[in-house]
């Protein structure tokens, strides 16, 4: 799955656009790396995400095509 697309289904950004805007300005990174927004998200991932001043940094644990709202939190758990 594309990272623009994990980060909208699991509910990390809001909308598609936004995340795909967000890796084109390098705010988000993969395994200490920046990605594109056609980046294939695999499980183990390690994914920081720079929100101004704070940075969330998340390890994926599932990789879904749709999932409810409750059970979007499943599919990462936040790293410190």
Same mark, same amino acid.
């Given at each position: 799955?594309?990272?623009? $697309?994990?980060? =909208?289904? &699991?509910?990390?950004? !809001?909308?598609?656009? +936004?995340?795909?805007? /967000? ?9 200490? $790396?920046?990605? =594109?927004? &056609?980046?294939?998200? !695999?499980?183990?991932? +390690?994914?920081?995400? /720079? ?14 095509? &749709? ?14």
């Amino acid at each position: 799955m594309r990272i623009d $697309k994990f980060l =909208k289904v &699991s509910r990390l950004i !809001k909308r598609r656009t +936004v995340a795909n805007d /967000a890796c084109d300005a390098a705010h988000i990174s993969v395994n200490g $790396k920046v990605v =594109k927004a &056609s980046y294939d998200v !695999k499980v183990g991932d +390690v994914i920081e995400i /720079a929100f101004g001043e704070k940075t969330l940094r998340v390890r994926v644990t599932d990789v879904r095509d &749709s999932t409810k709202k409750a059970d979007a939190a499943e599919m990462y758990e936040v790293v410190d």
